[in-house]
């Protein structure tokens, strides 16, 4: 997949302050819906962006 047919979301960070409020699930709804990832293929190398798209099937690897 080339760099410019792909988005790889290969970190993600809350301040320990944030954890467990549910900003973690609200940023990555924004980043996986976002214009700038659509039409592209989602990688996920991010554990936890990996398992958010498994709990939420209508979020495909392929943004559309």
Known sequence: ??????SNFD?????????GTGLSELLAEH???????QGRKILASCWF?????????Y?????E
């Open 1 to 6: 997949v080339s760099a410019c047919s792909a």
């Open 49 to 57: 962006i990996d398992e958010y798209l498994t709990k939420h099937p």
């Open 11 to 19: 970190h993600t960070y809350v301040t320990p302050k944030f954890r």
């Open 31 to 37: 980043a996986l819906t976002s214009e700038i990832v």
């Open 59 to 63: 979020l495909t690897r392929t943004a």
